[in-house]
C-alpha cells in the first residue's frame, strides 16, 4: 500500500469529529469497491477494520469472495441493514453511491482519502446521513488509538 494513500488525518472541527466518531462506532461497514488486490488501499483498510472487529461487507461486482467474505454486487444486493458505507471508486460515481447508500438505509457514507465529491455531500446532507470525504478510515481509527473515545478526549484539548 503507497504510504500517500492514507496520510495523517488533519484535526477534525468539533462538528466533523462528532460525525467521525459515530462512523467509527459502526459495526457494519459496507466496502464498495473493495479489491481482492493486497497490495490495494481497499484491501488493506477493509482488512484492518475487520481486524478490530468491524463486520465488513465487500461490495465490487468483479468478485465473489474478498478477504474470504462473500462480495455483493451491488449495496441494494446486501441483506440487512447497513452502518456506514465507505467508498473506494473515482469521485464521478460516489452520488450514485451515496444515492444507493441512502436507499439502503446507511446511517453514514465515507469517502476516502482523495476522493471529494460535492454531489454526494449534498445528496448526504439532504437525507441526513454521516458524511465524511477525503479521510481513510483506518488511520482515523488507528489515529484515535483505536477508541472512540480517544477521539472524544483530543478533540476536546486545548
Not at 462538528?15 to 467521525?20: H, M, P
Amino acid at each position: 500500500m503507497s504510504e500517500d494513500a492514507c496520510p495523517l488525518p488533519t484535526r477534525p472541527s468539533d462538528d466533523d469529529a462528532a460525525v467521525i466518531r459515530r462512523m467509527l462506532s459502526a459495526k457494519r461497514i459496507a466496502v464498495v469497491g473493495l479489491s481482492d488486490d493486497p497490495t490495494r488501499p481497499s484491501h488493506d483498510v477493509a482488512r484492518y477494520l475487520h481486524s478490530v472487529g468491524k463486520e465488513i461487507i465487500p461490495v465490487n461486482p468483479n468478485h465473489a469472495k474478498v478477504l474470504g467474505l462473500k462480495c455483493y454486487p451491488s449495496l441494494e444486493a446486501v441483506p440487512g441493514p447497513v452502518d456506514v458505507v465507505d467508498v473506494f471508486r473515482r469521485a464521478e460515481f460516489c452520488a450514485d453511491v451515496v444515492r444507493d447508500a441512502i436507499a439502503a438505509g446507511a446511517q453514514g457514507v465515507w469517502l476516502q482519502t482523495g476522493i471529494i465529491c460535492e454531489e454526494a455531500r449534498q445528496l448526504a446532507a439532504e437525507a441526513g446521513i454521516d458524511f465524511v470525504h477525503d479521510r481513510c478510515m483506518k488511520v482515523e481509527h488507528h489515529f484515535r488509538g483505536g477508541s472512540v473515545t480517544k477521539l472524544t478526549r483530543r478533540v476536546s484539548d486545548p
